[in-house]
């Protein structure tokens, strides 16, 4: 059965930082594409960043604030978020896309960045 677990979140104050982690149980990590998305209080859920195996994308929003990696041994993928802003404030998710295996969403993690 494939989990995905996500950790890190919490409170920051504007311009700092947090690396949010993904961990993906259950299943052959190694092919799959892993994603970022976040949804504010009374919005919509936004795509943040992906990673595949050999390319990254990102948000505009984001761009050169945020770095997206992951670690193929540890079944994992993280989120680097630096210069964070009260507008990054979200609940963050994690999604894999799993070769044969489906789609999965994470629980989320909290992030509140105070002005």
């Known amino acids: 059965q494939v989990q995905v677990v996500e950790s890190g979140g919490g409170l920051v104050q504007a311009g700092g930082s947090l690396r949010l982690s993904c961990v993906i149980s259950g299943s052959t990590f190694t092919s799959g594409a892993i994603a970022w998305h976040r949804q504010a209080t009374g919005k919509s859920r936004e795509f943040v960043a992906t990673v595949s195996s050999d390319t990254t994308k990102y948000a505009e929003s984001v761009k050169g604030r945020f770095t997206i990696s992951r670690d193929n041994a540890k079944s994992a993928v993280y989120l680097q978020m630096n210069d964070l802003k009260p507008e990054d404030t979200a609940i963050y998710y994690c999604?894999?896309?799993?070769?044969?295996?489906?789609?999965?969403w994470g629980q989320g993690t909290q992030v509140t960045v105070s002005s």
């Open positions: 999604y894999a896309v799993l070769p044969a295996l489906g789609d999965y």
